[in-house]
């Protein structure tokens, strides 16, 4: 199991912020927000750590995670 950084956990933090903010307020419910948290984190284990980085890969997969949860 990969292990973050305090930095890199604020970092994905503000990444799912920032995410969740994209979404219409009326589809952001714990099970998307939980999906969109394992996107970033996924993404981090692969290498990604930046902020907009993380943002983008979380931004990639909400169109499929809001068609699967909705």
């Not at 799912?16 to 952001?28: C, N, W």
């Not at 099970?31 to 692969?46: F, P, R, S, T, Y």
């Not at 931004?59 to 809001?66: D, G």
């Amino acid at each position: 199991m990969p292990s973050y950084s305090p930095e890199l956990i604020q970092v994905m933090r503000a990444a799912l912020d920032d995410a969740v903010t994209r979404l219409p307020i009326d589809h952001v419910t714990p099970a998307i927000k939980a999906q969109i948290a394992e996107v970033i984190l996924k993404a981090a284990a692969e290498g990604q750590t930046t902020h907009d980085g993380l943002v983008a890969a979380a931004a990639s997969q909400m169109q499929t995670i809001l068609a699967m949860l909705t």
